[in-house]
């Protein structure tokens, strides 16, 4: 969904539109995927997991989205194109529904 989302709006509106949804896709990709790789080696150790780290991974996870946003809108300055980043996150966000639609999720 991420790459979907970046080609569309870099096809629709331009570079700097693709550029802005990368960062959106990005933002919530990057801090979920050290979420799930810290819970993958957790989950190989005997007596690792627990619900602690389950939720403070979350925290984490949650943090990161929100301080990456922040930079993103910090540094991007002008270049940002809002609908554009806000797409990229939305689709990311949501592209486990597509999954569950057509069968691939449990």
């Known amino acids: ?4 989302a970046t080609v569309g709006a870099w096809v629709i509106a331009g570079t700097s539109a693709g550029l802005s949804a990368l960062v ?3 933002a ?3 801090p979920n995927t050290l979420f799930a790789l810290r ?5 190989n150790r005997p007596g690792r997991t627990n619900p602690f780290t389950f939720f403070l991974g979350e925290a984490f996870k949650l943090a990161a ?3 990456l946003l922040w930079l ?3 540094l991007g300055g002008d270049a940002i194109v809002w609908p554009a980043m806000l797409i990229g996150l939305i689709c ?3 592209g486990y529904v ?3 639609m057509f069968g691939k999720l449990s």
């Open 1 to 4: 969904m991420a790459v979907l």
């Open 24 to 26: 959106g896709a990005g």
């Open 28 to 30: 919530y990709l990057v």
């Open 39 to 43: 819970l993958l080696l957790d989950s």
């Open 65 to 67: 989205t929100v301080l």
């Open 72 to 74: 993103a809108v910090r």
């Open 92 to 94: 990311t966000l949501k």
């Open 98 to 100: 597509l999954l569950l």
